[in-house]
């Protein structure tokens, strides 16, 4: 089922992480990510272990789940794994998938570097982020 | 009054979101900061709008209000729109001069074009806003345990 790289590329560029990149930049993309699949039922990350990078999703979906409880799903464009990488702690939650999850994957330390390289990707998970932040909390925001 | 970069940069260490960022970027941030004036009565923010800026309140008070209904006053040192200027999403809340405040002003696309040119500031702000979802997330579970 893997794609070829023009059809990778265009698959990026649907993305809203990816929204500002430019061709050339979508293929360095491509090229650095590397592409996964995962069956339905595997936990990819498991809360309170170590994170082993970060994930976008290409297709299929996940749950998101704390101590047993799903608290959300995630799907196409959507992205896991960022935040035990940023904060050098182990994942706060499960991630399992709930349809065969293809995605496109990234490891740990090279995440940093990554997102020095693209700050208009670093800029579109600092929005992803801030939305999250929103939603826990209150009018200040 | 006109501030210096230095007043700007330290009203802004006020604002989480600016937590842990090099002097150097708080003060590149600092700089393409503006002071604005508000008389009583007059709205600095309306319900409903697009978020396009960041407020820190350098003297005055203002009501934080959802409706008619006033939520709560805010005073000096106090801020608000700290994640509309990164999301822009439409305010919760409208905000009222309730005397003659001074503000230091943050705008969002003025954000972005220092974001892009420091991925250094980018990152910084990533990692203190995935702490705070963390510590969000920690108290949900928290309060469903019963903690």
Excluded: C
Aim: proline letters at 3%.
């Amino acid at each position: 089922m893997a794609m070829t790289q023009q059809e990778l590329v265009d698959m990026l560029s649907s993305l809203t992480l990816f929204a500002d990149l430019t061709r050339p930049q979508l293929e360095q993309v491509a090229h650095k990510m590397t592409e996964e699949s995962f069956p339905v039922g595997q936990r990819i990350l498991r809360q309170g272990f170590t994170g082993t990078g970060f994930y976008v999703i290409l297709d299929g979906e996940v749950a998101v789940k704390i101590d047993g409880d799903e608290r959300a799903r995630l799907a196409k464009g959507d992205f896991f794994g960022e935040m035990s990488i940023l904060l050098g702690e182990p994942p706060v939650a499960d991630i399992v998938t709930l349809r065969q999850l293809h995605v496109l994957h990234l490891g740990g330390p090279e995440l940093e570097g990554f997102l020095r390289e693209h700050p208009q990707v670093m800029y579109r998970m600092l929005k992803a982020i801030a939305v999250r932040l929103r939603n826990a909390s209150r009018w200040r925001s | 009054m006109a501030l210096s970069t230095q007043d700007k940069a330290a009203a802004l260490a006020g604002v989480p979101l600016f937590a842990g960022i090099s002097a150097d970027s708080m003060e590149r941030l600092a700089a393409v900061t503006g002071e604005q004036e508000f008389a009583p009565g007059q709205f600095i923010v309306r319900q409903g709008q697009v978020g396009t800026g960041l407020y820190v309140i350098l003297s005055g008070s203002v009501k934080v209000l959802r409706g008619a209904d006033e939520l709560t006053r805010l005073g000096k040192g106090e801020f608000f729109g700290e994640l509309s200027v990164i999301d822009q999403k439409p305010r919760n809340a409208s905000i009222e001069a309730a005397e003659q405040t001074e503000v230091v002003a943050l705008a969002s696309w003025d954000l972005l074009a220092l974001l892009e040119s420091d991925p250094k500031l980018a990152l910084n702000m990533i990692k203190g806003l995935v702490a705070r979802v963390r510590l969000a997330v920690d108290e949900l579970s928290g309060e469903r345990l019963g903690h």
